[in-house]
């Protein structure tokens, strides 16, 4: 079934450095792949979603492009503020048609001033 | 307003006693589910309903029953409880079909003492 791999956490960063998260599926065909965001003391949010290989998914400054070869969809920011402090999560859907998301194990970031 | 609303946001109890969680969504979504966050942030799927049918149901003990009396509202009961079963509850909703975004409510601390 279709799997998520994220790297681990966590991740510290002064402010305005550059972020990436790894994120890396196996999957059966070329699921919708996503990445989610919380907030201390929230839900989960969506953060971006890419729909088909060599998509672009784009938010709040975040990037991450749909990679088939490599099969990767990396998390991206130029310039992180401190207000980007959260947990981020990678998602694709199972394989079983159910409307579920697999979600990867989350990375914590954490942006100092 | 709220898309995705649950109640309590928090919720200690003692071992043994019974509890419910309420959700309701507003974004006319088919489908709805439970997962489960641990203390490390991992997500677990537990149930999904669509149109009121359960349709996911996990490995998930029987002192957890979830409820749909209409597809706006899923609620969790869990019997018996026990210190393990301490953790954020989230529920989400969809549209239900592949490659449709979840949306959160803010989840449910559960503290079991």
């Known amino acids: 079934g279709n799997s998520v791999t994220q790297m681990e956490g966590p991740v510290t960063l002064s402010e305005e450095a550059f972020l990436t998260i790894n994120c890396t599926y196996t999957a059966t065909g070329y699921p919708s792949l996503f990445w989610y965001v919380q907030y201390p003391g929230e839900g989960l949010q969506l953060l971006l979603k890419a729909t088909k290989a060599d998509d672009k998914g784009s938010n709040k400054g975040f990037e991450a492009t749909y990679r088939k070869e490599t099969t990767s969809f990396h998390l991206e920011k130029g310039s992180v503020q401190v207000s980007d402090s959260a947990v981020y999560f990678c998602a694709l859907p199972t394989s079983s048609n159910t409307g579920k998301l697999i979600f990867g194990q989350g990375t914590t970031l954490q942006v100092k001033p | 307003d709220t898309a995705v609303s649950q109640t309590p946001k928090y919720l200690v109890t003692q071992m043994g006693n019974d509890k419910s969680i309420k959700c309701e969504q507003n974004l006319g979504h088919d489908t709805m589910y439970w997962y489960k966050q641990d203390s490390k942030k991992f997500l677990k799927i537990m149930f999904s309903y669509n149109n009121k049918e359960l349709i996911i149901n996990e490995t998930v003990p029987n002192r957890f029953s979830p409820k749909s009396p209409d597809k706006a509202h899923l609620n969790l009961h869990i019997n018996s409880l026990e210190l393990g079963d301490s953790a954020v509850y989230f529920c989400?909703?969809?549209?239900?079909?592949?490659?449709?975004?979840?949306?959160f409510g803010n989840g449910t601390r559960l503290t079991v003492t």
């Open positions: 989400a909703s969809s549209l239900g079909a592949t490659n449709s975004p979840l949306h």
